[in-house]
Every structure is written in structure tokens, then in C-alpha cells.
Nanobody
């Protein structure tokens, strides 16, 4: 089986910095894509940033220039550095990975348990 374990998050004031990390483990052949999504109550989960095995990046327009995603392919980890945080960044952040495993045909989607990020003065 595959597990995604998240760390980081918490409380920050506007303009401050937080870092999220996620590690994938299990019967993994290759982690195709790793990324972060976020969700607030009453709204759909939205993409924040993702990075492909090739290094190609996608960012939500709302975080471009403030957030940086990076990954370590050998360690199957992904990090999200969040700077210049704003109150509207408050959400539960979920790690996501599209993974090829020894037991699946093709790839499958996996999610972390979620970590709360609160930006408030």
C-alpha cells in the first residue's frame, strides 16, 4: 500500500512564511506527479501547485510568485514553501500524488490526511 505523510502547516501572521512537506512510501515504482491542493469549508478542493517527475510545474494564479514547490524524486518527497502568506491562504492543505505501484495497473491517485494552515493577525 501507499501512504502520504504530511508535516508542517500551523498558524502564521500575514506576510510570514510556512513550509509543508509530504513523503510518499510503500510499494512505489514511480511517483509521476506530486502536489498540493487546498480546501475551505463549502468550497471545492483546488490545486495550489504540482510538480511532475520531469520537473514541470503548475501553480494556481493566486499563489504564483509567493509559493514554491520542489521535490526529491529519489526520496519521493515534495515540499511547498509558502511566503508572503495572506488570510485567504487559510485552508486545509492536502498532499496529492499520482503513483505507479507494484500492485496497480497504470497509475492511481493518493491523498494525505490534510494539514491546517491558518493565516491571521
Amino acid at each position: 500500500q501507499v501512504q502520504l505523510v504530511e508535516s508542517g502547516g500551523g498558524l502564521a501572521q500575514p506576510g510570514e512564511f510556512l513550509r509543508l512537506s509530504c513523503a510518499a512510501s510503500g510499494n512505489i515504482i514511480q511517483v509521476v506527479t506530486m502536489g498540493w491542493y487546498r480546501q475551505v469549508p463549502g468550497k471545492e478542493r483546488e490545486l495550489v501547485a504540482r510538480i511532475r517527475h520531469s520537473g514541470d510545474l503548475d501553480y494556481a494564479d493566486s499563489v504564483k510568485g509567493r509559493f514554491t514547490i520542489s521535490r526529491d524524486n529519489a526520496a519521493n518527497t515534495v515540499n511547498l514553501q509558502m511566503s508572503d502568506l495572506k488570510p485567504e491562504d487559510t485552508a486545509v492543505y492536502y498532499c496529492n500524488a499520482v503513483i505507479m505501484t507494484t500492485t496497480n495497473i497504470g497509475v492511481a491517485d493518493y491523498w494525505g490526511q490534510g494539514t491546517q494552515v491558518t493565516v491571521s493577525s
